[in-house]
């Protein structure tokens, strides 16, 4: 397995629409098993393939963040929200492209996402709580939107510079 790097807010391949996945292979499981490990490395609890520069509808997460609870990975390939509650829930949310800074964001409760696995097998499950924040936040990924999209624009743009001074000073380094 290997590690990929995670591209930082602002690049243009964070704001594309993905395209679906068609071809389901040893080179796509492979892929999905870098992103488990980068995810985990990072460490995060959801990361999608266009954070790691491939612009397809992939996405892996796992929200069990008890040190002595057992994993639960999970790849999605071309999920889809079939489904959301009218209930609301607020997360503090943060995003592995935009390191150290985290707002809270409204969301649906919970919702139903139908996603075909890695092997091209239907899969469709309801998710809640953190859950429901993680996937619908990986799933907007795919559609060219962060979190920071759903702030008022003045934080929105005070996380922008923040993030570009990163970068600079990353690439001083």
């Not at 707002?103 to 953190?130: I, M, N, Q, Y």
Request: aromatic share 6%.
């Amino acid at each position: 397995m290997t590690l990929k790097p995670i591209l930082i807010h602002p690049d243009p391949r964070l704001k594309k629409v993905c395209d679906p996945v068609t071809e389901f292979d040893r080179d796509l499981a492979r892929f999905a098993d870098d992103m488990l490990q980068t995810m985990y490395e990072a460490p995060g609890i959801g990361l999608a393939a266009p954070q790691v520069g491939l612009t397809k509808r992939m996405l892996v997460m796992d929200c069990v963040k008890e040190a002595n609870g057992t994993p639960e990975p999970m790849v999605l390939v071309n999920p889809a929200v079939t489904w959301s509650s009218e209930e609301k829930n607020v997360y503090e949310e943060g995003c592995l492209s935009i390191p150290g800074q985290y707002a809270d964001v409204e969301r649906p409760k919970s919702v139903r996402v139908s996603w075909l696995d890695v092997e091209g097998k239907a899969h469709e499950e309801e998710f809640d709580a953190l859950w429901a924040t993680c996937v619908q936040h990986e799933i907007d990924h795919l559609d060219g939107i962060l979190f920071i999209d759903y702030l008022k624009p003045l934080k929105r743009q005070m996380i922008t510079r923040k993030m570009q001074k990163l970068k600079r000073d990353r690439t001083r380094a």
